[in-house]
């Protein structure tokens, strides 16, 4: 039996090193055991791709298993098939004989089947005295079974290909709904921002994806959609923020009114021992901490409190606050008042709103009282500071900032 030397074609087809190299791997990695023949038909068909096959070659493969008589490719049986190219061509489903040619090479090329050619090039088997095969001449379909782990492990991974691929197209798909439908919804409802570079840059993108894409292709153009969706949320929210802060411009005006020389007994921070006084409430220390503000947008509304910062400018938060703790000193207010301010709205907020309060230092009675009172409301949730530096803005739009 020829199973495992290294052959040449027959006529003019020539032999190549990778060739023979396939051979030597074959002879040497011929497993001792069986394999189902078209199980391993499957696995090869699920692999195509990586063996750079196409459709009509699997259908001349699976001619030629269909000429092996066993269910099981066997290393203890012969394993060369030996039909004629007519033979072949009708069970490939009447393949002319010039394509069959060309795909019988590419199945030799893939390393899936060997040729034995005969000294005349012709296809036969000799039979001994008992009936049975002696020598053969054909296709060998030995690298099928010393392949077949490897067919099995090419076909796991192009199920797991196909997975990712298919999760990518989904998460894409859902993505650009979202990016279209958020595109549509801000120009429709007079959102602030430059929506039509926006539609611009998501029609690029969706101009990029293929017919037929990999997830190779899919990979970057999801990751770019994902951050364009990011960048939509983002300007919507800020647009809200605005619309939230600009609905209650007059709450500050009504904090400033609070504060008046009439009402100045009730800004007064109280013992809590007064009659009929009620407790504060408990700070809750597990509450969700607020937002701070930009740093610019607080420095845009309130001026004033960069000559307190180091060296006559403020450039950081931790600036700011160091601004804030002289201008409480300065205004009288207590360091209690201003730890607790700190605890209930955040450093950040609490050095904000202690520069909300010099701006307009010269309209309260009592910066302690006031600072306390805002702090009591920040507590119940009935003080906001966006709306303070809403109205602080528009009434110096044309000051700068004095920031470092």
Known sequence: MQTGNVTTPFGRRPVSLALVRQQIRTAEARPTRAADKWKIFRDACEARAFLGLQDRALAVLNALLSFYPEAELSATASLIVFPSNAQLSVRAHGIAHATLRRHLAALVEAGLIVRRDSANGKRFARKNGAGDIDDAFGF?????????????????????????????????????????????????????????????????????????????????????????????????????????????????????????????????????????????????????????????????????????GPGGAVSSWRDLMAAAVVVRSMLGVSPSAYQEACDVMGPENAAATMACILERAGHINSAGGYRRNLTAKTRRGEFSLGPVLMALMKANPGRPMRAG
């Open 140 to 308: 060998d379909l030995a690298p099928l079974l010393a392949r077949a782990d490897e067919l099995a492990r090419l076909t796991q991974q192009v199920a797991a290909d196909r997975a990712r691929l298919r999760k990518a197209k989904e998460a894409l798909t859902i993505c650009r709904r979202d990016v279209r439908k958020l595109i549509s919804a801000a120009i429709e409802e007079g959102a602030a921002g430059d929506w039509g570079r926006i539609e611009e840059l998501f029609l690029e993108l969706t101009g990029r994806i293929p017919r037929t894409p990999t997830h190779a292709d899919i990979a970057p153009i999801l990751e770019e959609m994902e951050m364009l969706r990011e960048e939509i949320i983002n300007r919507l929210e800020i647009q809200q923020d605005f619309e939230n802060l600009s609905t209650n411009d007059a709450h500050f005006e009504r904090h400033i009114q609070n504060s008046n020389p009439e009402s100045i007994h009730e800004l007064e921070p109280s013992s809590g021992e007064e009659v009929g006084a009620k407790a504060e409430p408990k700070l809750d220390r597990r509450r969700k901490p607020l937002k701070a503000f930009p740093l610019g947008m607080v420095l845009q509304a309130c001026p004033e409190i960069a000559m307190y």
